[in-house]
């Protein structure tokens, strides 16, 4: 940690809580690489970070001593009376962010600079750098978690295409917990496609087609059945892009029996329909391939070139693409929420409870000294 | 003897066992009434099991709430007038409390059957998605007993002396002094939920009153 002051006038007026955290990384470029790129990306990225430190410190906007809290690659520039709170905050942001990039933490946190502003809106930062807002200083965990949610997404963000596509939108990257592997256990029992009733029954390779983890042209009759293609089609969803497809010949002759125009017009509306698990199952098996990679296993996925969703994740997890989705199932699949069913130690114990309590009743000493 | 303390506690109980057996009868015709197409999309599932575990809560209450009013009305009469009735019959103390308690597990038959057909009801009613299961036998079960642990408490209580609730009452008022104790002086010691935590997980006397009171679940 070190201490820096700002070269400014004190501007008493200015609030006394106020915050800035850099982020130094490159987004940019985030797909395979050899070495000696890497060394050369990372020299720069180095650059980079002091050059927009200097330039953030310099904005006499900031109005009064700053302190630098710094772990790893991040930097929260903070007030004085602040430093402790922010302090504690940035362990656990670091070691959250250290633990998901491990080696990788500087590739990973690339070129785009993120900036946290605390409670004052009068900051003037550089154009380039991302900005993320504290609202509250509750907790410090708690602003830890938000801060690591933030720059998870905007790593996310920096990641190819084809992952981003995957997956639009992760809410977090840390370990699949019991509420989210629960959910999920609801949408693998309960979705009524032949592919994931395959999968429940521990059929992998129907597993990776729900998840959409393999390349196809025609990706719809790798997910549905010609009758449910038809079935899709047919539930349409009666939305305004709905009723106007109603008049395409595609929709017409699924409607009308024709298993091709069923195919053809799904795979025109692929996004309307997706894969037959959903996102948060998608997530899940996300968080699992991270989880068992453990350190560093962002930085693989990132850097992986496999074509396919599947053979990235699965390069991010270490392991082979069916002994992930092995591992995932089995997790999911152990999420299964206890039902209303009553189990006998639970019978048997309130039949005892009214026993005992009955007998208390019949020992009253009410007639005998009332 | 027992026809007529059946008699006499129907008399006093009737307003909460006729409530509770309409409240137990409607509450799953209620908690299916979004249950809508058998082949749902994932978001309907959930919606459907969330709008299940929102109303999963009443049942729990409606059984202590049952248990309440039939456990106390048992007694109401007698305190109102001071045992007398109770001395005048010719028998022992725990016969008496047995024929009350028996008198009042028949009283709670009621909204334990009506409870069990709106359950049937509602589960050959509603079209139930892909994957999920109505569990109305699983559920009737568990409420019946919940009715008479809570019945139970209730009647225990109300069964003892004035000095007996005050006992019960000093106990309660101490564990919460303790606690405040705890607090003033640092400590993270959290007497109360430790208290509660044992209260509604196995073995507890409350267990039977948490889980997942769900007629359609996974």
């Not at chain 1, 330039?55 to 430093?83: F, H, M, W, Y």
């Not at chain 1, 500087?106 to 807002?133: C, E, N, T």
Request: glycine letters at 8%; charged letters at 20%.
């Amino acid at each position: 940690m070190c201490s820096v002051r700002v070269a400014s006038r004190m501007n008493a007026r200015l609030p006394a809580v106020g915050a800035l955290i850099l982020v130094c990384a490159t987004a940019s470029g985030l797909h395979a690489q050899d070495a000696a790129q890497y060394r050369d990306k990372v020299d720069r990225l180095a650059a980079r970070l002091e050059a927009v430190r200097a330039q953030v410190l310099a904005k006499d906007s900031i109005g009064s001593p700053v302190d630098t809290v710094r772990r790893g690659p991040l930097r929260l520039l903070v007030r004085p009376e602040r430093q402790a709170f922010l302090a504690e905050v940035a362990d656990i942001t670091w070691d959250t962010l250290a633990t998901m990039l491990g080696a990788d933490t500087l590739l990973i946190l690339g070129s785009h600079v993120f900036v946290h502003v605390a409670d004052d809106s009068r900051l003037r930062l550089p154009p380039d750098v991302g900005q993320y807002r504290i609202w509250r200083l509750g907790e410090p965990r708690d602003v830890a978690a938000d801060l690591a949610r933030f720059i998870v997404h905007t790593i996310w963000e920096g990641l190819d295409a084809t992952l981003r596509s995957w997956l639009s939108n992760p809410a977090g990257l840390d370990s699949l917990s019991n509420t989210q592997a629960e959910a999920v256990y609801v949408d693998l029992v309960t979705a009524p496609w032949e592919l994931v009733k395959a999968c429940r029954a521990g059929d992998l390779e129907a597993c990776a087609r729900s998840l959409d983890l393999e390349v196809a042209d025609d990706t719809v009759s790798l997910w549905y059945t010609a009758e449910e293609q038809r079935r899709r089609v047919e539930k349409g969803g009666g939305t305004w892009w709905d009723i106007y497809n109603r008049k395409l010949p595609d929709y017409i002759g699924c409607t009308g029996g024709d298993d091709a125009a069923c195919s053809v017009y799904l795979n025109q509306h692929r996004w309307m329909i997706g894969a037959p698990l959903s996102a948060s199952a998608r997530e899940s098996f996300l968080r699992v391939a991270l989880e068992v990679g453990g350190e560093g296993a962002l930085g693989r996925l990132a850097r992986s070139e496999a074509p396919a969703t599947g053979g990235r994740l699965s390069a991010a997890a270490g392991v082979p693409r069916d002994s992930l989705i092995a591992l995932w199932r089995d997790r999911i699949l152990a999420a299964a929420p206890a039902q209303v069913i009553i189990t006998g130690a639970t019978g048997w114990t309130a039949l005892a409870w009214v026993l005992v309590l009955a007998f208390l009743a019949l020992r009253s000493t009410r007639w005998r000294n009332p | 003897m027992f026809r007529e303390i059946l008699r006499t506690q129907w008399k006093w109980s009737t307003i909460g066992v006729v409530v509770g057996a309409v409240v137990a009868f409607a509450l799953p015709l209620m908690t299916v009434q979004g249950a809508g197409t058998a082949d749902a999309r994932w978001i309907e599932v959930r919606q459907l099991l969330d709008d299940q575990r929102s109303w999963a809560q009443w049942y729990p209450l409606l059984a202590l709430a049952v248990g309440l009013l039939v456990g106390t009305s048992a007694w109401t009469n007698d305190h109102r007038v001071r045992h007398v009735y109770a001395l005048t019959l010719p028998l022992p103390r725990w016969r008496f409390v047995l024929l009350r308690y028996g008198a009042g597990l028949v009283l709670l038959v009621a909204p334990m059957l009506a409870l069990a057909v709106g359950a049937g009801v509602a589960a050959s009613a509603a079209t139930v998605p892909s994957g999920l299961h109505a569990y109305p036998v699983a559920l009737s079960i568990r409420f019946a007993l919940a009715v008479v642990v809570a019945y139970s408490i209730f009647f225990a209580i109300s069964s003892g002396t004035t000095r007996t609730a005050g006992y019960v009452l000093s106990v309660v008022g101490a564990v919460v002094v303790v606690q405040l104790l705890f607090r003033v002086s640092g400590g993270s010691t959290n007497l109360l939920t430790a208290i509660f935590d044992r209260m509604v997980t196995w073995p507890g006397p409350f267990e039977i009153f948490s889980g997942r009171w769900m007629l359609i679940d996974v």
